[in-house]
């Protein structure tokens, strides 16, 4: 009995041992070359991984590099070349080490709205229109915007909605956006984005000081993917006479203004900030969002 009960453990034991064994994922060998958006990581101290690589709305590898700054790259698609690495645990994607990346332009268009004082790049396909003031993208054979930009009333936009967007039909999440103040609304039943961004002056008489950029995804049920695109889209905002006032202000006090926040040599530079915390960045920066989901960005010099 003693000797029947003695092989049972050891049974148990070499069955235990065995589902502990550490799970291998086979992993492709040389040199990779894979095409994709870079969006940033969430924040780890355990896992490898300071970007990640999607495409179609699915993650594919996790990116680090200590020879290129994938910073510069958020929100571009990219064709990137390196080796694929395990990571520190096997649930977590594995490490695509970033030796070479060159950014995807083609298919895109960059359109000037001088009317407005900015300038955004979409989807070389998408038709514009011109309605009075405002300006409204489309596809190919299709009537329905897909993405509109027009000009509103400060009164009219609720930035200092801090209510428990949960109930409601629209979730709100104020954001920085070109270092200028913004409002986030998501409609939850189609999936509407819209940006609501504050200029900060006066345009007109009706005091129209806010540019609206409403993004009505063509495939709702993706929602991912959708994100994505609106997210590339609002990182190449970029308002065309703000580099003039700015030079001019800084010549009037003798300083330069060649120098930009990716070359900034402060520790602040770089910092992560906002996200649900709201992490506030040092005197002299402002908050760079580059994910308008968690509201997580990095600290730039002004």
Not at 35 to 60: C, F, P
Not at 81 to 107: C, F, M, R, Y
Not at 199 to 222: C, H, L, M
Request: a negative charge; hydrophobic letters at 35%; charged letters at 20%.
């Amino acid at each position: 009995m003693k000797r029947f009960c003695a092989s049972v453990a050891i049974i148990l034991s070499v069955l235990f041992l065995a589902g502990c064994k550490e799970v291998v994922v086979d992993l492709p060998e040389g040199i990779q070359t894979v095409e994709g958006t870079i969006e940033d990581a969430a924040i780890s101290l355990v896992r490898r991984g300071t970007h990640v690589l999607t495409n179609n709305g699915k993650d594919l590898y996790l990116l680090e590099s200590a020879t290129v700054d994938l910073r510069d790259y958020v929100g571009s698609r990219a064709t990137v070349k390196g080796k694929v690495q395990a990571n520190t645990d096997a649930k977590w994607l594995p490490v695509l080490t970033v030796e070479e990346i060159t950014e995807q332009s083609e298919g895109q268009t960059v359109h000037v709205f001088s009317a407005l004082g900015i300038s955004l790049q979409v989807p070389a396909t998408w038709q514009l229109h011109i309605q009075g003031s405002g300006s409204i993208f489309n596809l190919p054979g299709s009537l329905q915007p897909i993405l509109t930009i027009m000009e509103e009333d400060f009164e009219d936009i609720p930035y200092d909605f801090f209510g428990d967007s949960s109930t409601e039909e629209k979730e709100m999440t104020p954001v920085i956006i070109a270092s200028k103040r913004a409002l986030r609304v998501t409609e939850k039943s189609t999936g509407i984005l819209s940006i609501h961004i504050d200029r900060g002056i006066s345009t007109a008489a009706t005091k129209k000081r806010v540019i609206t950029i409403q993004f009505t995804p063509e495939n709702p049920e993706d929602a991912k993917a959708s994100h994505e695109l609106f997210l590339r889209i609002i990182q190449s905002l970029k308002f065309t006479g703000e580099a003039r006032s700015s030079a001019s202000t800084a010549a009037s006090k003798g300083t330069d203004t060649s120098s930009s926040a990716g070359s900034d040599s402060s520790p602040a530079a770089g910092k992560p900030c906002g996200g649900p915390a709201g992490i506030l960045c040092p005197t002299g920066f402002y908050c760079d969002v580059q994910d308008l989901q968690t509201n997580i960005g990095k600290c730039k010099k002004r």
